[in-house]
């Protein structure tokens, strides 16, 4: 494609050429329900516990929606949907997205399974990089307290972060030397394996530690390129400025800074937070103003392209094609190393399949594991997929459009 056709989104018959017949007649059968708010209302609420209960609806849910945003119950389950994906240059981040599960032998264990993770990947063809959340191998309650006492402090990050760690008791600063040390581990076998990194963002009233872990290790891991990347969710007020203050760290510290932007998925959870215990709300009063944030973000990245590394994760279309154009304005490459896009898998294959069309390097974020680990990701994707405005309410125009070009 040359470099001065303009990208376009509306091509379906590129955005869903790796889906048969069937799978997009199930895929227009799945949107048509998400559009339903209140089934997805009662299956949120329900499928949970039913889970739990151990009653036989996983058959349901493996054909249906895990099916649609999962790569498999393994990792070797995932090799068939990335070899599928390589076929059309796109890459993919996987994911192991197992939630919510506390104590220390299961943070061990997820730990192994990250370093697994990179091992594989490194085997692959397509896959540059994995996503981890740190409260896959940190207790929450710890991440929250060291957060209460790094926010009870002024100044710089780095120095709340220390404060915060003398007011731990020595029980807590072994276990968060533990959190550290299984950090390190990812992070050193991924410099190992030539494997990026992804570090989640999640609860703001639990980001502070993790931002100040990701600083300490992109000092050690990014001096050449970059290996650990922090993510940064714009529907925050402060978070445009937080990425300007780590681009002074990365250039003070002399490190390559590496950033995966997104708006934001637990925009509902944090405002109620907030007016519960009654402290301004962290996110932006409407869409517009996260939509401004993420746009200035993309261009300050851009910017300072040489020092940045940026991961546009978005699915807006929107934000996708502003950065193709940024780049060309500069007269840099649409490949350039430092700038890749993603979205996640079953979501947005339109500006998926075309920007890897475009020569882009993009990707689909991919998870995997067991049915009952990835309910939280799944009941999410849902939720995401009910509003029938916006990017996401195109997912189902989209899927009608090609199957109409296909009848034809
Ligand atoms: C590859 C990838 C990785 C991701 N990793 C993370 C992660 O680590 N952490 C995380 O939190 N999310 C993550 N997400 C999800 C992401 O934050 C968004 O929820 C999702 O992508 C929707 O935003 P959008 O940019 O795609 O587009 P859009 O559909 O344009 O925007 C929707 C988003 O705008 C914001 N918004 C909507 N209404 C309002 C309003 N009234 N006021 C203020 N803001 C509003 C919300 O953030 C909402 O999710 C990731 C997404 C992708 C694609």
């Excluded at 376009?8 to 955005?15: G, I, M, Q, R, W």
């Excluded at 349901?60 to 393994?74: L, M, S, Y």
């Excluded at 689909?364 to 680990?373: A, N, S, W």
Aim: with cysteine; aromatic share 10%; glycine share 6%.
């Amino acid at each position: 494609m040359d470099a001065h056709t303009p990208i376009s989104f509306d091509n379906t018959e590129l955005a869903f050429k790796y889906k048969n017949d069937k799978q997009l007649k199930r895929a227009n059968f799945l949107f048509s329900l998400m559009h339903k708010p209140w089934l997805v209302k009662i299956g949120v609420k329900l499928t949970p516990p039913i889970i739990k209960m151990g009653m036989p609806v996983k058959g349901i849910i493996r054909k249906t929606i895990f099916t649609q945003f999962v790569g498999g119950e393994t990792l070797e389950q995932t090799a068939e949907v990335a070899k599928k994906l390589g076929a059309y240059n796109v890459k993919v981040i996987l994911d192991y997205g197992v939630e919510g599960k506390e104590g220390e032998e299961n943070f061990d264990h997820a730990c192994q399974e990250f370093i697994r993770v990179i091992n594989y990947a490194s085997t692959q063809l397509n896959i540059p990089f994995m996503s981890v959340k740190v409260t896959g191998f940190a207790r929450f309650g710890l991440l929250e307290k060291i957060d209460t006492g790094m926010k009870e402090q002024g100044g710089a990050l780095m120095k709340r972060y220390i404060k915060a760690l003398d007011q731990l008791s020595s029980g807590e600063r072994e276990e968060w030397h533990r959190v550290r040390h299984r950090m390190m581990q990812v992070c050193e076998a991924a410099v190992e394996k030539n494997i990026g990194v992804l570090i989640d963002a999640e609860d703001s009233w639990i980001q502070d530690p993790i931002d100040a872990l990701i600083i300490l290790m992109m000092d050690s891991f990014n001096k050449n390129r970059p290996v650990i990347y922090n993510t940064t969710q714009h529907y925050r007020t402060d978070r445009l400025q937080f990425l300007k203050d780590c681009y002074e760290a990365s250039v003070e510290r002399n490190f390559i800074l590496g950033m995966k932007l997104v708006r934001g998925a637990y925009m509902e959870k944090e405002r109620k937070r907030a007016q519960k215990l009654n402290y301004p709300s962290p996110i932006h009063t409407d869409k517009a103003a996260t939509d401004k944030d993420f746009n200035e973000a993309v261009k300050f990245c851009i910017e300072h392209i040489d020092r940045i590394s940026v991961i546009v994760a978005s699915h807006n279309e929107y934000s996708n094609l502003y950065t193709t154009e940024l780049l060309k304005e500069k007269g840099l490459p649409l490949h350039h190393p430092h700038v890749h896009f993603s979205q996640l898998y079953g979501m947005s294959d339109n500006i998926t399949f075309n920007l890897a069309h475009a020569g882009c390097s993009v990707s689909k974020y991919l998870p995997f594991g067991p049915i009952k680990d990835v309910i939280p990701y799944l009941m999410r994707r849902a939720q995401e997929n009910t509003s029938v405005k916006g990017q996401t309410g195109r997912e189902l125009m989209l899927i009608k459009k090609e199957l109409e070009r296909r009848n034809k």
